[in-house]
């Protein structure tokens, strides 16, 4: 079995957890608080621009062949991000000067570190991880949403076409990387690909209510 | 006034609530369960190792007069780890093979995360309020505890004399550090100053019963 | 006086003699053996290719604002490259599995190792120095170039306004950068500065005929 | 055969010219000029104490049992350099303020920016070279050098018993390191492997008159 796919069975309890989050089940019906919506989006943005730096801290340890498609993915998340500042400003959330949350905070540390100091391979590990979680994620959503819903957007751009081809282009990619890895590193990419789960499943509590600093800001 | 005071000054009231946590004053006054200090010591025993890398990954950015002391501070923590083997085997608390808890995963990814990233005053302001936090938080525990307490070679490691001078010397570099820094820099070195702190609390509020990944396991 | 203006003064005999550089004055004067434009190019070829990580490598220690500048020049260099490509093609030049000669080797180096663990101004100031160089060398060449000649694609990409306004935009940055610093960070910018001129000055002198690594290669 | 062994095969007639080179013959001899020897002390003692941020770099990214003999070596080469201050000031070398020659600066960046982004077993692997190419140069010199040289020291720092334990350390861990390796790893650990032997000769031509920055020293 591929890599990759036996990421997904390893982690399976974990997996279903998270794709039955009652974010993902309330967004899909409509039932979601707007303010509970404004959270997520507030955070996810801060962790999208987050993202830029742990893609280019990847280039330097790739392959030459994965420098380009790196670059691309930095181009894209400057594209979601202003798809997040269109919806902002279309249903009037502020994204500026918002303080992560603990998690988000936790959750942006684990790639910067893991980029810069684990082998490239679990870093691609964490990328795939956290891209898959996502497709998947808003899927879920997807499945119910009304289409005419002001969130729809955000659903179409981590469900749709494009946005699958890459999770599948990443998918590919880290099998072979996987193929080439000694025991050693497969398992430390199988438990960062764990790690990521956890922290996917934890970003999804902090948006419906987890947002505080422990012992320092209310829950 | 220097940089070190000007920082726990402008956080005085995260310090004090770091400095008044229930597990400093659970210690000191002898009512914490075996079971909660075993939890910190389990949870610190990583985070001391996971130190080690972080001082490691200060070096390559560090002005060569703090290479010696950053490579004895490595040694120091090779000892503190032994310490804590120790105390381990005469209590009978099990060290190996326990996962960090999520909060302490989190505060290792910031300390390593920001020693790859951030300017080297950064990573050294997070070494000093790491350092500072611990020293006072221990003091307090001094302050009351019995000598005869299982706990007390934790509580003299760190309240100890030749610890406190050690955190007078990183005051004293980090200041002339702040001196030469421009006021961008400055403003990062007071935030992350306040971050320190704030993943301290987090910490001690972990050992206390929080020790949970959210979302996936119980609290 | 502005930093960049201030280097440029002190690096000044270093600076006249790279302008001075008999590779610029005979390709300017179209007497350049077509074997020693070759080397250039497949030398040239292989530092353009290793500055795509340099670029990638400064992101995560970059502020907010220039993360989508260092971006976008990641996509300038690989438009650079098929330059190179499309020249070789057309006169014949073999890009492929060319060796890097020995300073070409060394200058990468140095721009990976800056890049890893210098701060992140200094890290700029290599950029700056880097860019600065090729505008104004191929200025010289441009400067008596026949327009029809067979490497004039090279001498319009870096002598051009569009690279000229770049190069401008980073003077600008660098300045500000340089504003903020304190007094050894200055210091440092300064020695990187001159330190990236004798690189430059190194990689002619390698295209016209230093290409061997030392002891074990003929020169 | 072990990797090890694989790599000095494939590099025989490269490792055969080092071992030849005539710094160490003429060392060996009695005939070096003392200011030729004295070039290689202040060059050398720069390159001692920049592989402190070398092997600093390293311990992020090594497994948890390297990160205890890797700070050991730090504390080694800070032994080295007292090495090198006792015996400059008993036979007068100043080596306060000397400047890197180009191959040695050039060496320093390659251990450097080799640590920062090649995966760790390369960087292990840089390591193993350059130990191992010491310590059988300095037996080259040892085997016939009159013991009573002012030299003596450091040849027996090298060439002795303890370094030579300390080397069979780096190529038994070094050989596990290999046979958990994919192939385009371990093929990726041969080239830096016979880079690094490059870079060693290319320091013994430099020691023996080759100090100069192309185009702006004389040779």
């Keep these: 079995m591929s890599f990759c796919a036996s990421s997904l069975e390893r982690v399976k309890p974990l997996w279903d957890r998270m794709l039955a989050h009652p974010f993902l089940a309330q967004t899909r019906d409509g039932t979601i608080p707007d ?10 943005y801060l962790f999208v621009e987050a993202a830029i730096p742990f893609i280019a801290a990847l280039i330097p340890r790739a392959p030459r062949e994965h420098w380009t498609p790196h670059a691309d993915v930095i181009a894209a998340f400057a ?10 400003a279309t249903v009037g959330v502020n994204l500026r000067g918002v ?3 603990f998690v988000n905070h936790a959750y942006i540390q684990f790639l910067l570190a893991t980029a810069a100091n684990e082998a490239y391979e679990v870093g691609y590990t964490v990328l ?9 994620s808003w899927k879920v959503v997807k499945s119910g949403i009304d289409p005419g819903s002001k ?8 469900a749709g076409e494009q946005f699958g081809a890459y999770v599948s ?3 590919a990619e880290l099998d072979g990387l996987a193929r080439e890895a000694g025991e050693g590193l497969r398992k ?11 922290y996917e499943i934890a970003f999804w509590e902090m948006a419906l209510g987890g ?9």
Excluded: C, I
């Excluded at 303010?35 to 996810?44: C, I, L, N, S, V």
């Excluded at 729809?152 to 981590?158: A, C, G, K, L, Q």
């Excluded at 199988?190 to 956890?198: A, H, I, M, R, S």
């Design 35 to 44: 303010e509970t919506f404004a959270t997520w989006m507030q955070q996810d």
């Design 79 to 88: 594209k979601e991000l202003e798809l997040f500042e269109e919806r902002a």
């Design 99 to 101: 303080p992560p949350a």
């Design 128 to 136: 795939y991880a956290a891209e898959k979680s996502y497709h998947e």
């Design 151 to 158: 969130w729809f957007p955000f659903v179409e751009n981590w």
């Design 169 to 171: 282009y990443l998918e």
């Design 188 to 198: 430390r990419m199988y438990d960062f690909f764990e790690l990521t789960v956890k």
């Design 211 to 219: 947002a505080a600093w422990p012992g320092t800001e209310e829950a």
